[in-house]
């Protein structure tokens, strides 16, 4: 990506902002590293990590913090394979060590729901047994375990027995003579490595022993009795042995370190990774942003987009009573139609133009490098490779360069290399010199840019190429809008127009005294070019579609999440239903069974269910959103939801609300609010629709030749109130001729069941008295 674009669209604040999030110098580097990728599969799976990393962060299962850095540590293993390693450094590798094996155990725990994150976790191996050894060898305090060596712990064992005896002869001693009054501070410390008594200075000559030192102050003299000489003789023989204990130890650890050195620098890599991920999800938080697909031949379609930088200085300001930036960034949509290849931006100075240019190029730059950014569900970016922004001052007085030569300079660099993979960010291009001449050059560059099939995104105040907007194919043409009453800008933009630009107003708004405006008017009207009342109807008109759009919008997310909440309650509660019938069910078969209830009673019973489940499935059925039939078409595939299969529509009864659906060869109609279109089978014309107003019947079948008269009839009920929920008009029941006793339990049930509206046998060529034939009510 151009270095001069990522300048000039501050994409290295972004990254500023993200490294601030991260937990560690490490991370901080990593993300300050990070670059627009130019692989579209790269990009893709940078997102889906992203997503996963929230989903696992959110589970509460692992918490990133802070963790030492060991960068230096590793690169003195490099260059010094035969160094020990100090206590602190073998600390800090410990609890990194140990923060990754938490992190990678806590990851491979999700694996099948985060199959990204469980291989970037697998494509850093730790280091066991270096791990194994810092466990056991390294203590929370940072020092080496008794237990790290049998000959360590031997050693330690008789210091602390020295220790506990040179106690024990100091206090005896102290007692014996009554020199408690003469001690400074306890019975005993250490000084140059031995045990001595802090004394005060006029005690000297009352004992003998060694003077080994005396306080700053002279007040207190550190004094060796001889009866202590022996033992710290010995102290400093253990110390010294105690030292070459460690020393074995330490070599240990060290050559485990560099024989594993590769997985070790596998583990610290895995938690840098770790860091900038959840940098990256905290980012997103902060930005209440999402990932942007990105897909080769998408639309450009940025709803309710705003600035990332401004939004992020917004929220860090927003307990800062003194702050006077702006404390809500105002959304604005960014989308170019089917075909479309430039949008040409126009209106008043301060209204947005440029802020909406950055916005798209910055957003453009963090969706490529894998960042959520602050956009609204439904937007998606084509894939574009290379983004280039001519946008700020260009003059550079080193070369000698003027703004207009300097963006001249850099668009002959960039112009070979523009293709349909390629975003041009052009502010005020052209406006460093004449302007006629500039406003030709400016549609000529349009032209070629458009010729090479690259995007662009320009913003003007040349009339001339407010006109090219109007007139070419492919370009389309937006204007920022301002409020009419108190000429403010709105931070919005209307497309299919122009707007003027208001030079007047802002200068007016800033102070520029009104002699000097009123001037500006004069000469405004002798030159004739004063389109301002027309410019003014077009910019409140604008307006007022702004706002009839958003009451749209507001209305249509109304009705949606009120027909989803409907759907969900309808769901439940046809759940709730399945569930009560099948317990219920189940009871009265087991009671039956057990003969605590009579057949009699058990049907009686089982009557009396169905009638609630259809007074509660009536009810169900009128909280139903309505469907809407022109979202079917004729011939296409439907999801059945109460059964979840999918079908083929043949008919639609749009009087009834019903559509005759093809269930894998059997045909039956069923309400449209039990069908959803499945995707690419929308609504054709409506030519398709075909309207039917005699009752429509089909029949579902169930065979109950060869079982018993009690299992017949349970399997029998229960197909009967799943018929009945299905909406289909009747059903077959094939019981066979045989002795006649299964057919007639299988009548008698029919008679008393209150779904029933009549039922017959069928005629005999479709199977005679071997199949019962139901309609229901």
């Not at 056991?136 to 060596?149: A, I, N, P, Q």
């Not at 389109?531 to 009705?559: F, I, Y």
């Amino acid at each position: 990506m151009d270095g001069r674009t990522l300048h000039a669209l501050e994409f290295p604040r972004v990254l500023e902002r993200l490294s601030d999030f991260c937990l560690s110098e490490a991370g901080k580097e990593a993300a300050l590293a990070l670059r627009p990728m130019d692989n579209e599969e790269k990009v893709r799976e940078s997102q889906h990590l992203y997503d996963e990393t929230r989903s696992w962060l959110a589970e509460g299962e692992f918490s990133p913090v802070a963790f030492p850095d060991i960068s230096g540590l590793l690169a003195h293993v490099r260059s010094h394979a035969e160094a020990l390693f100090d206590m602190d450094g073998l600390w800090a590798l410990k609890e990194t060590l140990t923060l990754a094996r938490r992190a990678a155990q806590s990851i491979h725990a999700g694996a099948e729901r985060r199959p990204l994150l469980d291989v970037l976790a697998c494509g850093f191996p730790l280091p066991e047994l270096t791990l194994s050894a810092l466990t056991r060898c390294v203590g929370d305090d940072g020092y080496l375990k008794d237990e790290s060596s049998p000959g360590l712990l031997l050693v330690r064992s008789e210091l602390r027995g020295i220790h506990q005896n040179c106690l024990r002869r100091v206090k005896e001693f102290a007692e014996k003579y009554n020199i408690g009054r003469y001690l400074q501070d306890d019975y005993m410390t250490l000084s140059s490595d031995r045990y001595v008594l802090p004394l005060k200075a006029n005690f000297k000559g009352r004992v003998q022993g060694i003077i080994h030192d005396y306080s700053n102050t002279g007040e207190t003299l550190y004094f060796e009795p001889m009866f202590l000489v022996e033992q710290n003789n010995r102290l400093q023989q253990l110390k010294q042995e105690e030292r070459e204990e460690e020393r074995k130890v330490l070599r240990m650890i060290a050559d485990l370190i560099t024989q594993e050195m590769p997985m070790v620098e596998s583990a610290w890599n895995l938690l840098v990774q770790v860091d900038l991920c959840q940098a990256k999800c905290a980012l997103g938080a902060a930005l209440s942003g999402t990932c942007v697909p990105l897909e080769e031949g998408a639309l450009l379609r940025l709803s309710g987009a705003r600035h990332p930088l401004l939004v992020l200085e917004a929220a860090r300001h927003a307990a800062d009573r003194n702050y006077t930036g702006p404390r809500r960034i105002e959304p604005a949509d960014l989308i170019l139609r089917e075909g479309d290849r430039v949008l040409v931006i126009s209106g008043g100075n301060a209204g947005g133009k440029t802020v909406a240019l950055k916005t798209l190029g910055l957003i453009t730059l963090m969706t490529l490098a894998g960042l959520p950014v602050p956009v609204e569900g439904g937007s998606t970016l084509p894939f574009w490779k290379n983004v280039y922004a001519f946008i700020g001052d260009e003059q550079s007085l080193d070369d000698h360069v003027s703004t207009f030569t300097g963006q001249i300079r850099h668009l002959s660099s960039i112009w070979e290399h523009l293709d349909g993979r390629a975003l041009v960010l052009l502010d005020e291009f052209g406006s460093g010199t004449d302007p006629s001449q500039g406003a030709a050059l400016a549609q000529a560059v349009l032209d070629g840019i458009l010729e090479k099939g690259a995007y662009t995104v320009t913003a003007t105040h040349f009339p001339a190429l407010k006109s090219y907007a109007l007139t070419h194919d492919g370009v389309r043409a937006a204007s920022v809008i301002f409020d009419p009453s108190t000429k403010k800008p709105l931070f919005h933009l209307a497309y299919d127009q122009v707007g003027a630009s208001q030079a007047l107003d802002v200068a007016r708004e800033h102070g520029l005294p009104e002699s000097v405006l009123r001037r500006a008017e004069h000469y405004l009207l002798m030159d004739g070019d004063d389109a301002s009342a027309v410019m003014e109807r077009l910019n409140e008109l604008a307006r007022q579609r702004e706002e009839e759009l958003s009451r749209l919008k507001d209305e249509e997310r109304r009705l949606r999440d009120r027909r989803e909440s409907l759907q969900q309650k309808l769901e439940k509660e046809r759940q709730r239903l399945d569930e009560e019938v099948r317990r219920m069910s189940q009871e009265l078969m087991r009671d039956y069974k057990s003969g605590k209830a009579t057949a009699k009673q058990a049907q009686k019973e089982m009557s009396r269910l169905r009638a609630d489940l259809a007074r509660s499935a009536r009810d169900m059925e009128e909280e139903k959103p309505a469907a809407d039939p022109s979202l079917f078409r004729v011939g296409g595939e439907v999801l059945h939801r109460m059964w979840n299969k999918k079908a083929v529509l043949r008919e639609v009864d749009e009087k009834n609300g019903k559509g005759k659906i093809d269930l894998n060869g059997v045909t039956m109609w069923a309400p449209l609010s039990d069908l959803q279109p499945v995707s690419g089978a929308a609504a054709g014309p409506k030519a398709s629709v075909t309207t039917k107003v005699s009752r429509p019947v089909s029949f579902l079948r169930l065979d109950l030749r060869g079982k018993r008269a009690d299992l017949a009839l349970a399997e029998l009920e229960q197909f009967l109130d799943r018929s009945l929920l299905s909406g289909v008009e009747g059903v077959e029941i094939v019981h066979g001729r045989g002795t006649g006793a299964l057919r007639k339990a299988v009548h008698e049930l029919l008679r008393t069941f209150p779904g029933v509206e009549s039922y017959h046998t069928a005629p005999e060529d479709q199977g005679g008295d071997g199949m019962t034939q139901v309609l229901f009510r």
